[in-house]
């Protein structure tokens, strides 16, 4: 049955498996029970949460269950060094212990990790399981619960056993947010802001003019500013939903030296979003140095981002660290970055010619003066 279109409806999201809502909402949880009716009824519902979000995953289980909707909750201890193989067997064990059934559904209630993991058992458990995603970090409502990638991480590397496997919906509460701490709050800021960045100049003004109301999480401001940067990306998704046309790729904005940035320093002093944050910094510099972007306009970022409580700069690292970690990036193909770069804001270009020199004066950029980090409190 095709869902209701709910008038908090961000996007619908188009993918080769059939298409999809995700809606971004305040106090929306509660509704669970009569919003998955409009998709299908499952028989029963396999919740899978962590520790610390324990307290959405049982209003989830009572919304579902007030709708006479069985449901159990699995939690997986918080954090990224949960997310492999081992954890995945405990879920798989778990479900046959239930007798869990094709027909039944999986419900992620939790941040990316739980989301790319629960992604991940629904997409290969009695070869898959419908699957739904309650995301409750904004880096998860933001980015990691749209577009169907669900992974769990080796010794060797992050994600790196995985499946596109697209979910029934996606229900964000904000409300949710309102127990995140204020650093990831910060992080999934980055992302939301680049959406701006790269694509719509109005979002980016939306995000200048009401920084107050939307770091405080005011009920429809931040909503309604949530909503609108969730739907670039399913939009973007919807386009290219296997990363194959060079359109999902834009999103990639920050990300080059981000995740080398993430990667030197072990994926311990830096959250994606700060990383990104940084990565965003240099890609502006690069932009700059190919003659596509003002330097008011590098500056203008800058401001934006330090006024989101994002760092703008690092400090103790090594630039031939980061090269390094550059080089074993899976997005470089035949040793060729594809950078995406600013013509202008809102207007997110690639280019894979780059000079080298331009690359050192962008990591110059973003090494020097650690002083101002130090102010916002994320030094290393
Ligand atoms: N699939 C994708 O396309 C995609 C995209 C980006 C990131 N990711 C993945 O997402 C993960 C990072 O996601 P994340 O930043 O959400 O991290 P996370 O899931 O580890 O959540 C961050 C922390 O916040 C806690 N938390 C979650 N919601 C909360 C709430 N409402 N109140 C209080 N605490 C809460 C979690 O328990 C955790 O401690 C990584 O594994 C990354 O690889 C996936």
Avoid at 174 to 198: D, F, M, N, Q, Y
């Amino acid at each position: 049955m095709k869902a209701k279109e709910y008038s908090d409806l961000a996007a619908r999201v188009r993918a080769s498996s059939g298409d999809h809502p995700i809606w971004v909402g305040w106090g929306i949880i509660e509704e669970i029970g009569e919003r998955i009716k409009y998709i299908f009824t499952p028989p029963t519902v396999y919740v899978i949460s962590d520790d610390r979000v324990s307290e959405h995953a049982r209003m989830v289980q009572v919304a579902l269950e007030a709708a006479s909707i069985p449901a159990h909750i699995f939690m997986i201890p918080s954090g990224e060094s949960n997310k492999n193989l081992e954890t995945v067997q405990h879920v798989y064990k778990w479900l046959a212990d239930r007798k869990a059934e094709r027909g039944h559904m999986i419900l992620a209630v939790g941040g990316g990790v739980v989301g790319d993991l629960a992604g991940f058992v629904a997409a290969t458990y009695l070869r898959g399981m419908p699957f739904a995603q309650v995301p409750t970090t904004l880096l998860a409502m933001m980015d990691a619960a749209i577009g169907g990638k669900v992974a769990v991480d080796l010794p060797q590397g992050k994600n790196l056993v995985g499946a596109f496997y697209q979910p029934r919906f996606v229900l964000s509460d904000v409300k949710t947010l309102g127990t995140l701490p204020a650093r990831e709050l910060a992080s999934g800021w980055a992302e939301a802001i680049k959406h701006g960045l790269i694509l719509d100049k109005e979002l980016l003004a939306t995000f200048e003019k009401n920084i107050r109301e939307i770091k405080s999480l005011d009920p429809e401001i931040a909503t309604q500013i949530i909503r609108d940067s969730v739907a670039i990306k399913a939009n973007i998704v919807s386009q290219d939903e296997r990363e194959t046309l060079g359109i999902r790729i834009l999103l990639n904005y920050g990300h080059t030296i981000g995740h080398a940035i993430e990667s030197a320093t072990q994926y311990t002093q830096y959250l994606h979003g700060e990383a990104v944050s940084i990565g965003m910094m240099a890609a502006a510099s690069i932009s700059k140095s190919m003659g596509l972007l003002e330097a008011s306009d590098v500056e203008r970022q800058r401001t934006l981002l330090s006024n989101y409580g994002l760092p703008i700069n690092v400090g103790a690292l090594d630039t031939a660290d980061i090269l390094e970690a550059m080089k074993s990036d899976k997005k470089t193909s035949r040793g060729q970055i594809n950078w995406v770069l600013l013509d202008g804001i809102g207007n997110a270009v690639t280019n894979n010619r780059v000079p080298d020199d331009y690359v050192m004066e962008a990591l110059d950029f973003v090494l020097k003066d650690s002083s101002e980090e130090d102010e916002l409190g994320i030094g290393c």
